[in-house]
């Protein structure tokens, strides 16, 4: 099956700095990448939609400016959370699809730590 | 508003007993269903959709509009089944996806 690359996998950062998290697919051109958050022991949320070539949708309640995201090219996302804070430690996931109506690939997800 | 409900946390059972993870949703329009399962430090994966009509490892899920249900099933649970399942529901043709909070099945020997 279709492999995303979800890089790193664990992060450590001060508060104030930024923290960039990539997320890859491997072996097919995704068109549309998702960014969730995931709380210890809650649901996956999802904060925004990433098209290629085009700015991400947010979900409602998602800054914008705090969580930066880039859809450069087909086989690359990237969400970076500025000027981190505590309260941004998460666990972050993204997930690729190649078209309309195909399956959606998850990444293995990044634990973010922030102290 | 669109919600997906996994009402139990944490379900254990016996190996070769049945096992049934209970799902409910809420969306005003047809919604497309579909289960992910998670493996101790893996990565989520589809376990199946509702569309596709098919068993996968032994677990089918039927699409109970009545009742807003899709609940996951499967006849007798084996102890390679313990994961974490979510269900999810995807409206429209955005890819979005909406999770449940997911339910630990736990097998035992």
């Known amino acids: 099956g279709a492999v995303v690359s979800q890089h790193p996998s664990r992060v450590i950062c001060k508060s104030g700095t930024s923290v960039k998290i990539e997320c890859r697919s491997l072996?097919?051109?995704?068109?549309?990448m998702f960014w969730y958050r995931q709380f210890p022991k809650q649901s996956l949320m999802l904060m925004a939609t990433?098209?290629?070539?085009?700015?991400?949708?947010?979900e409602q309640g998602v800054e914008k400016d705090k969580f930066l995201i880039n859809h450069a090219s087909l086989t690359l996302s990237t969400l970076t959370v500025t000027s981190a804070h505590p309260e941004d430690s998460s666990f972050y996931i993204c997930?690729?699809?190649?078209?309309?109506?195909?399956?959606?690939?998850f990444g293995s997800g990044t634990q973010l730590s922030v102290l | 508003a669109q919600r997906v409900t996994q009402p139990e946390k944490l379900l254990s059972v016996f190996k070769g007993a049945p096992v049934e993870l209970k799902c409910n949703y809420s969306?005003?329009?047809?919604?497309?269903l579909f289960w992910y399962v998670q493996y101790s430090r893996q990565r989520l994966q589809l376990l199946l959709r509702?569309?596709s009509r098919e068993s996968i490892k032994g677990f089918t899920a039927d699409l109970n509009k009545g009742e807003t249900s899709f609940h996951l099933k499967k006849p007798f649970a084996q102890e390679e089944d313990s994961a974490m399942y979510y269900c999810?529901?995807?409206?429209?043709?955005?890819?979005?996806?909406?999770f449940g909070q997911g339910t630990t099945l736990q097998v035992k020997p």
């Open positions: 999810a529901l995807s409206s429209g043709n955005t890819g979005k996806l909406i």
């Open positions: 990433s098209n290629e070539g085009s700015k991400a949708t947010y």
């Open positions: 509702h569309i």
């Open positions: 997930s690729a699809r190649k078209g309309p109506n195909e399956k959606l690939f």
């Open positions: 969306y005003s329009g047809s919604p497309e």
């Open positions: 072996d097919f051109q995704a068109t549309t």
